[in-house]
């Protein structure tokens, strides 16, 4: 039968060692994610310049939207999956300010198809 000292020493060493496995399963968790991510991120548009075209990727929605956001959603899978052409006002690397008639719109650069 250990002491309580012992058992506690015993208790502690465990106790790391289980700190140090999931720390290592965390990293591999994290190495998947980043893998999957950027398996499924689209690059950013090259040769996006201002004054340029784009067409905006719609959202796909079954159900109510907010009516601020009527616009820029899908409503039917018959429906088109972009509005576009518009015109390029000014973008950075993450997010693409469009002229859509006299309103200017801000969309993820990764909405943006080129024309």
């Given amino acids: 039968m250990p002491t309580p000292a012992q058992f506690h020493l015993q208790w502690r060493n ?21 893998r999957n991510c950027d398996a499924t991120t689209r690059p950013a548009i090259p040769n996006l310049q201002v004054g340029g075209h784009v067409f905006v990727r719609l959202e796909r929605t079954d159900g109510k939207v907010p009516e601020e956001k009527k616009g820029r959603r899908r409503r039917h899978k018959l429906a088109p999956i972009a509005t576009g052409p518009h015109e390029v006002v ?6 693409v300010l469009i002229k859509r008639g006299i309103e200017e719109l801000k969309w993820s650069v990764f909405r943006a198809i080129e024309w």
């Fill in 90 to 95: 000014e973008f950075n690397e993450d997010n």
């Fill in 14 to 34: 465990e106790l790391r060692a289980r700190a140090m496995q999931a720390a290592k399963q965390i990293g591999k968790a994290q190495e998947r994610f980043k």
